[in-house]
C-alpha cells in the first residue's frame, strides 16, 4: 500500500481454506494494524464491506533448512481445510507461510516443522537482505523501487492507476534508481541502532544510510554508486567506527547485479 508513492505498510492477501469467495484475508505489521483499520475504512463509502481484526488467528513462517529445500511443498497431515499455506511471494528463500488457529501448533500438522523463534526468522531475512514491517520500510519514508519491492512481486505495472502509481512507473520505466535498499554485515554487533544513521565510505563521501537489523546483520539504503566499497557509520553515543560491508542479494534478478 503506498501514499503519495511512498510505501505504507506491506500486505499479504489470501483465503482460510473454508471461506467465501467474498472474503479476503489481509496481513500486515502488527504495530500499524490500528491506522491501516481505519485507512481501508475510509475507502469503504457505503458498501456492505466489514473489516476487522481477526485474533484467533497465527501467522507461522515455514523457512527453508538450506537452499534444497525450500522447492518442496511442506506435507501437511492434519487440519487442512482450516489453514493457508502458500509459497511466501517474496522470494524462495523465505520458503512457506502458514496461517492458522491461535491454538494450533506448526508441529502437529507439519511432522517435519522444527519450532523457531522470531529472533531466527528476522535474522534470517536480513541475512537475505529482504525487508519486511516498519521498521525496514518506514511508512511515508520508503520508496517502492529503492525498498526492491518489484523484485518481490510486491508492484503492478498493468492493474491501472492507484496512487503513486505516476512517480513509481516513471522511475522503473527510466531504470533510474541511484539507491537501494541492500543487506550489510557490520564489523561487530551493535544494538539500537537509530533508523537514518549517516554511511560514508573511507573517503569521507554520503553513501547510504542505516535502516534496521539485528546484532551484526541488518539493511542500509545504499547509494549503488558506492555498493562493492568499504563503508562505516558511528554508533550514537559512541565514538568508535563501525566497519562494514553490502552485498548484493543472490534473489535479485541477475540484470539488477
Request: aromatic share 6%.
Amino acid at each position: 500500500m503506498c501514499r503519495g508513492g511512498r510505501s505504507m505498510t506491506l500486505f499479504f492477501t489470501g483465503r482460510l481454506g473454508n471461506s467465501t469467495e467474498s472474503s479476503l484475508l489481509l496481513e500486515c505489521d502488527s504495530t500499524v494494524k490500528d491506522a491501516i483499520l481505519k485507512h481501508l475504512k475510509v475507502y469503504k463509502i457505503r458498501r456492505k464491506v466489514c473489516i476487522a481484526p481477526c485474533p484467533e488467528l497465527a501467522i507461522w513462517a515455514l523457512l527453508p533448512v538450506d537452499k534444497n529445500s525450500s522447492s518442496g511443498k511442506p506435507e501437511v497431515t492434519a487440519n487442512k481445510d482450516n489453514i493457508v499455506l502458500e509459497r511466501d511471494p517474496r522470494t524462495e528463500l523465505m520458503g512457506w507461510r502458514l496461517i492458522v488457529s491461535h491454538e494450533v501448533n506448526p508441529k502437529d500438522i507439519i511432522a517435519s516443522a522444527q519450532v523457531g523463534d522470531a529472533e531466527e526468522y528476522h535474522r534470517h531475512r536480513y541475512k537475505i537482505g529482504l525487508p519486511e514491517g516498519v521498521s525496514d520500510l518506514p511508512p511515508g519514508v520508503a520508496l517502492p523501487l529503492e525498498s526492491n519491492l518489484v523484485y518481490m512481486n510486491g508492484i503492478s505495472f498493468s492493474k491501472g492507476c492507484y496512487i503513486g502509481q505516476e512517480l513509481t512507473a516513471r522511475t522503473h520505466h527510466t531504470g533510474v534508481v541511484r539507491k537501494r535498499l541492500m543487506p550489510v554485515c557490520l564489523s561487530t554487533p551493535v544494538d539500537g541502532l537509530k533508523e537514518g544513521v549517516a554511511l560514508q565510505t573511507n573517503s569521507g563521501k554520503p553513501a547510504g544510510k542505516y535502516r534496521a537489523g539485528k546484532g551484526e546483520l541488518g539493511l542500509s539504503l545504499i547509494r549503488l554508486a558506492h555498493a562493492k566499497e568499504p563503508l562505516a557509520l558511528k554508533a550514537s553515543g559512541d565514538d568508535n567506527t563501525v566497519t562494514l560491508q553490502a552485498s548484493m542479494p543472490e534473489w535479485w534478478p541477475k540484470e539488477a547485479k
